[in-house]
């Protein structure tokens, strides 16, 4: 995929298809919302704004959740 095909993908993404944890509360707080609605992409946004989006491909999507599994990013 091109960053032309990245950057169309954005806008692909359905609207009410942006999930967030239950943690996070009705005014989004510091966390993101992340959409699966394109088969093969993974859309990841800030969960107080409806503004730009990170895209990433199903291999960076699934490496990203096993490093957060692992605790890869936890502060020591």
């Known amino acids: 995929m091109d960053s ?3 950057i169309a993908s954005v806008a ?7 999930r967030a ?4 509360g009705p005014n989004g707080g510091n966390c993101v919302e992340v959409n699966l609605g394109v088969p093969g ?5 800030d969960g ?7 895209v990433f491909d199903s291999v960076g999507w699934e490496a990203f ?3 957060a599994r692992s605790a890869r990013f936890d502060r020591a």
């Not at 944890?21 to 996070?24: E, L, N, P, T, V």
């Not at 992409?41 to 946004?45: D, F, N, S, Y």
């Not at 107080?48 to 990170?54: C, E, F, I, N």
Request: hydrophobic share 45%.
């Open 4 to 6: 032309c095909e990245r």
């Open 12 to 18: 692909a993404f359905p609207r009410g298809a942006w």
């Open 21 to 24: 944890a239950a943690s996070c």
């Open 41 to 45: 992409l993974a859309g990841v946004r």
């Open 48 to 54: 107080k704004s409806t503004g730009p989006a990170l």
């Open 65 to 67: 959740m096993d490093a």
